[in-house]
Nanobody, 120 residues
Framework: QVQLVESGGGLVQAGGSLRLSCAAS????????MGWYRQAPGKQRELVAD???????NYADSVKGRFTISRDNAKNAAYLQMNSLEPEDTAVYYC??????????????WGQGTQVTVAS
């Protein structure tokens, strides 16, 4: 019913930057909170940043001051600007969204993930 597709991942050197994009498609009336999560091998999936429909943002302590989350409600899209990347940021990054769609039901969706690799 709803699909989230991430793009923008890749291989960068430490200190570099990447911009991730998440596009939502399908039957969508509105989207509440959108967020970015990441998961490294052998680790739990963790919240990187999220943003409410009202624009309030929340960041993991490890990325504060380096990453910026934003959204474009008209485009049903979310973005994650990642600067000053560190090897510890290496993970699969997933887009997540609370979507109100068919039947006015809110459901949580995940994207397929995009690999971010930061070389030292």
């Amino acid at each position: 019913q709803v699909q989230l597709v991430e793009s923008g991942g890749g291989l960068v050197q430490a200190g570099g930057s990447l911009r991730l994009s998440c596009a939502a498609s399908g039957i969508i009336y509105s989207i509440n909170t959108m967020g970015w999560y990441r998961q490294a091998p052998g680790k739990q999936r963790e919240l990187v940043a999220d943003i409410t429909s009202g624009g309030n943002t929340n960041y993991a302590d490890s990325v504060k001051g380096r990453f910026t989350i934003s959204r474009d409600n008209a485009k049903n899209a979310a973005y994650l600007q990642m600067n000053s990347l560190e090897p510890e940021d290496t993970a699969v990054y997933y887009c997540n969204a609370d979507v109100i769609g068919a039947g006015w039901r809110q459901r949580n969706y995940w994207g397929q993930g995009t690999q971010v690799t930061v070389a030292s």
